[in-house]
């Protein structure tokens, strides 16, 4: 810091102007979009460069650092120049490219003169969990092999062997069927869900559309607006089960299954589906008394108008210091608990009305395992029995203030923070007594996302809100941003402390993990999302110090200093060898296009005929059998003397068979000219497109993670059995499912490992 | 010159040893491995998926018969057969009242007929492009999404089970747990080949 302090102060004041306008410049790049990747593409990628991956494992090649200046000579600069030169020299920088480039460079050459960081080493740690979005992940205190991964779909993912291999479990919950009442009003307690947040559900998930004109379109892909639209949700076909389908949220904000509340807070709920039954309430309190059975502490009400499979988000998993089966997943229908290391949940605590229902966090006391702190959208609620019965806290805010999260101060585990949507705040007696120690009066300010401690100071930390980062060093009389500029107006959704350094600290935003060894004075960028996920929260692992995991929206990433697991051996050159003799990544895609009938070139060869064929010429053949029997008479009377009458003409036609035939040909000569299916687009186009890109991403999906999967098996040989056997079932079930999808492309690998073959030429 | 002969042929021996103890230690015991090879006695995740597709109809020989079908489609013609039956009869009388005899004159027709038509109409420009070749595209979804969810619900079924057999669930509630979910995934596998997995299972022993 004082370094860079001197070199600030030995540049001319001109060239502070320039740099204090680059340094808004990019900071009113980083908040907008086109204009951060204009910067980034024009000038500053050696600023900003991208963690860079080997394509083959996944590793990490460059050190992960990002040599950014711009936080702390911001910090500085700030301060002495002030805000108007700093305007005028954003509008220099942003006016003049040279000068930006010129003060970039200054920038460039003052970050070089630090030393280079050690290097991290990521590799991804999401084997075989199904294509749905994360959102949270917990460890087990007391087992080191032990993780769980929350999702936005209600599935809850467990591994008792740190990421090899997952089970899967789900957490459900589904409205009653509707029997009898459409409420226009607004239910005091009851049914969780309203019609117009489970149709928002629906649309989300991708089950219902409102673009009738792709009514017979088949629901791929995972965009609500795009062209693969369809109406009607036929439940039983395969495709439209909800777990094949990948949500997609495009911003944080709508991560959530909007079936949380259902207090009709948004537009449109005018329907309640699935209430009724306030008569059977009483009813089965009645029946359980009968039975000796205590209803006690059971909303019968919410019982009976509950059950089923509808898929909830899970935003919060913990897991109990003592006993890793036992954990607790917070989620937008109440707080769910297992027993069984995840197999099974049940609902523990639905909540006492919506907003309550809506648990934003969950946290094992660190000392007391029967000690349950639950955050919901209505205030803290406390547990003293394991998760059994919660109290609301009382005589604080805090009692009614959506609670995101708690931190708990590692020498003293009584004193605990909580972030809420109003501010912060600070109990030093276990959370009898709470004490509000942050509230700003910009709302984004005061919804405070995520708090970091001191890990020796308790008075001494700093709060992510949805405006930045502020920091404290005396308990809260005095508040700073931290970063500077560089998080103002950013929602910062986590930040995290080293609980062995004091100075380091990280913090997550919309696309970017930032790292500071200085408590926030400067700020690197530690991990840059490159993809169209986006980090969903960061964990120290706590049973390997240095060990940072970080999960995306689709990846769980484990971030080592200490290299990877990818050593020595000739692992390396055996899994070359591996791969050399199967397809590429291209082949394989090329070959599952083919096989599905959806390779652009064969459709597009097909397209090409279509004009064609207007040299054709549709013919139509007719003929007719025409048969007739007709007779005609004519009787004239003119001699009444006689009285009799005279035929005076007779006519008798017969006919054979007619037989006609002919043929009429016809060309469409304007086909010539243009065909309408000659043009990509159109319903077929917009069938086969959507295909063509879900089973893109699924082979990538497979392909990379088998891969991966590869370079651990030839690179940690000395596996124990169990650990191999896992492995050798992963790599099993994912040649499997491309060999499947690419027609028997990997037929040969899937024999060789089913036979045994690949496991015995396999080991060194 | 003895004594060196001695000490290589005691290293091969211990290297020997200690490769075999290395060997152990990398396998599974007798019994273990024995339930582990019986599980290759199911049927294998190429028959699921298989079961899978044929179940919805949508397996490699049934959509390339589809998109077989669809580009000779235009070999058939439209046909249009349409006829008619016409029984007719008419008569007419003409008196004529100027003449106290009252002449008349009466006329008559009568007949029957019969016809037959036909059209046949061939759209032969579809056998140079036919766009529906290109609809059967659209059940490449269906298929991805079945072969996902089958190979998914086999090896979570399979990881179970050796999960099971690997690591023994040490008391009646997690064993209890574990069987009930093996329940569930042998089900939603059987309601994914329309009950041909369980078939299998027992005629498998």
Known sequence: MSNGHNRMQAIDVSEKVRLLGTFLAAYLIESGGFLRRALVHASSAPVFPRVRRDPIVGEALAPVCCRSSRASRNGVGVRR??????????????????????????????????????????????????????????????????????????????TQDSGTSWTEGRLVVRRRS??????????????????????????????????IGMAMGFPKGNDPGSSSSFFDYEGSEPVNWGALQDPYFPTAGQS??????????????????????????PRLGALLKKKRKRPAGMNLQLLLSTKGVEPTSVSMVAVSPVNPKRALAATSMGLFDTNDGGYSWGNVFPGRNARERNCLFVSYHPTDPEK????????????????????RVSGTQLSSASTRWLEFHPSNPDIIYAASGIGAFRTDDGGKNWRWIFFETLPSQNNVRSIALDPLDPDRLTLSTGDGLFRTSDGGRKWERSGAFLFTSQMV?????????????????????????????????????????????????????????????????????????????????????????????????????????????????????????????????????????????LNVNYAPQFGSQVQVLGRNVESDLDVYYGAILRWD????????????????????????????????????????????????PSADPLLRTKRLLRLEELTAHLDALSGGVYAQSLNAILDGTFEKESRP | MIGQQRMVGLMALLLLVLGTLSAEAQSFDRQTQVKLDALKAEPGVRDVQEAALQYFSVNTEQVNSMRSRASWKAMAPVVEVSGGFVDSSLNETTDHYEYNFLPWVTRGAAGEGFDVRGKLAWNLPQLVFNAEELDVASLAGLVEGLLKESTRLYYMRRRLQVDMILTPPADQASLLTKQLRLEELTGLIDAMTGGWFSQALESAG
């Open chain 1, 493 to 633: 959704n986590r930040v995290l402390a080293d609980p062995l350094n004091s100075n380091h600290l990280f913090c997550m935003t919309w696309r970017a993990v930032w790292e500071t060894h200085d408590w926030g004075n400067t700020w690197d960028a530690f991990y840059i999302n490159d993809s169209e996920w986006f980090p969903r929260a960061i964990r120290w692992d706590p049973h390997d110090p240095g060990v940072l995991w970080i999960l995306t929206s689709h990846e769980l990433l484990r971030v080592s200093p200490r290299g990877s697991e990818f050593v020595g051996g000739g692992g390396m050159e055996r899994l070359k060898a591996h791969l050399a003799k199967e397809r590429s990544f291209g082949q394989v895609l090329d070959a599952a296009f083919r096989h599905l009938g959806i390779h652009r070139g064969e459709l597009g060869a097909k397209r090409a005929r279509a004009r064609w064929s207007a040299l054709v010429p549709r013919l139509n053949g007719y003929f007719g059998i025409f048969d007739s029997n007709p007779f005609g008479e």
């Open chain 1, 256 to 281: 959530r299954v909007q079936d949380a509340t259902g207090t009709g807070g948004q537009s449109g709920d005018i329907a309640r589906l699935g209430v009724g039954l306030k008569t059977g309430a």
């Open chain 1, 372 to 391: 349950v702190f639950l955050g919901t959208q209505q205030g803290l609620l406390i547990s003293v029995d394991g998760g059994a019965k919660f109290d």
């Open chain 1, 81 to 158: 120049v002030g805000w108007i030169g700093g305007m005028v020299g954003a509008l220099l920088a942003l006016a003049s490219p040279v000068h930006a480039q010129m003060s970039l460079d200054t920038l460039i050459a003052e970050a070089a003169k630090h030393p280079l960081k050690a290097p991290q080493h990521i590799t991804s740690r999401r084997f075989g969990t199904r294509a749905t979005t994360l959102l949270e992940f917990g460890f087990s205190p007391s087992d080191s092999e032990t993780m769980y991964l929350t999702s936005s779909t209600g599935f809850v993912f467990a």
């Open chain 1, 178 to 211: 509707f029997f009898g009442a459409l409420r226009p009003a607004i239910a005091p307690s009851g049914a969780p869900f309203s019609a117009s947040n489970t149709i928002r559900s629906f649309q989300k998930r991708g089950m219902l559309r409102s673009n």
């Open chain 1, 669 to 716: 000569l304007t086909h010539l000219m243009f065909h309408e299916e000659e043009a990509p687009f159109g319903r077929y186009f917009k069938v086969a497109n959507s295909s063509y890109f879900g089973v893109r991403s699924e082979i990538q999906r497979l392909y990379e993670e088998r891969v991966r999967l590869l370079a651990l098996w030839y690179g940690d």
